[in-house]
């Protein structure tokens, strides 16, 4: 079954840029998709169709998607930005979520 | 404003039986495609079903395909999931969440359904 793979914590500190990838077999040929969920949260969308950010998610957000990695980018990264994210595409007609990555601004 | 609130959850015993529903509103109910996505403690996000529009279509994930089944009253704005012979290891949270182009633009607070003896 197909899998995708996210390292389980990244840290950055404020001001910075937060890279966090999701690696699948042939992944770019898939659409992509990144959730935020804080605690006691439900996860919200940030990132649809690799690089799409929906409406009310800032700029500071962005996406891409190509070969075997999709990247999560968050530029300036602020402290409302610490959470678990999750990469999440289709394989046939299942779901697959990525492990998730928890994002901690030092 | 698009809401979907799920009910339902509750605490069984391993081998029995629990429905949990997602009642929505704010949308058109019956054009989106609807899924079931669970949440152990402390752990990941799992898919575990979707359903087609009409209804007539569902997939399951191979930890519940025979055990859990998808439906929904597109009269009533409600999502279901059927949930059989429950194991320990469905414990978790479970979310409804509204399909848009292959993502997942809406999702609800979540159940708790906790499988203990």
């Known amino acids: 079954s197909y899998e995708v793979t996210q390292p389980p914590s990244v840290s950055v500190s404020p001001g910075q840029t937060a890279s966090i990838t999701c690696i699948g077999d042939?992944?770019?040929?898939?659409?992509a998709s990144w959730y935020q969920q804080k605690p006691g949260q439900s996860p919200v969308m940030v990132i649809y169709q690799d690089t799409k950010r929906p409406l009310g998610i800032p700029e500071r957000y962005s996406g891409s998607n190509s070969g075997n990695t999709a990247t999560l980018t968050i530029s300036g990264t602020q402290a409302m930005d610490e959470a678990d994210y999750y990469c999440?595409?289709?394989?046939?007609?299942?779901?697959?979520f990525g492990g998730g990555t928890k994002l901690t601004v030092l | 404003e698009v809401q979907l609130v799920e009910s339902g959850g509750g605490v069984v015993q391993p081998g029995e039986s629990l429905r949990i529903s997602c009642a929505a509103s704010g949308f058109i109910f019956s054009n989106y495609w609807m899924h079931w996505v669970r949440q152990g403690p402390g752990k990941g996000l799992v898919w575990v079903s979707r359903i087609k529009s009409g209804g007539s279509d569902t997939g399951h994930a191979d930890s519940v395909k025979g055990r859990f089944t998808t439906s929904r009253d597109n009269a009533k704005n409600t999502l279901y999931l059927q949930m059989n012979s429950l194991r320990a290891e469905d414990t978790a949270v479970y979310y409804c969440?509204?399909?848009?182009?292959?993502?997942?633009?809406?999702w609800g607070q979540g159940t708790l359904v906790t499988v203990s003896s």
């Open positions: 999440q595409a289709w394989d046939s007609r299942s779901v697959i």
């Open positions: 969440a509204r399909e848009n182009a292959g993502t997942f633009d809406f």
């Open positions: 042939e992944l770019g040929e898939k659409s």
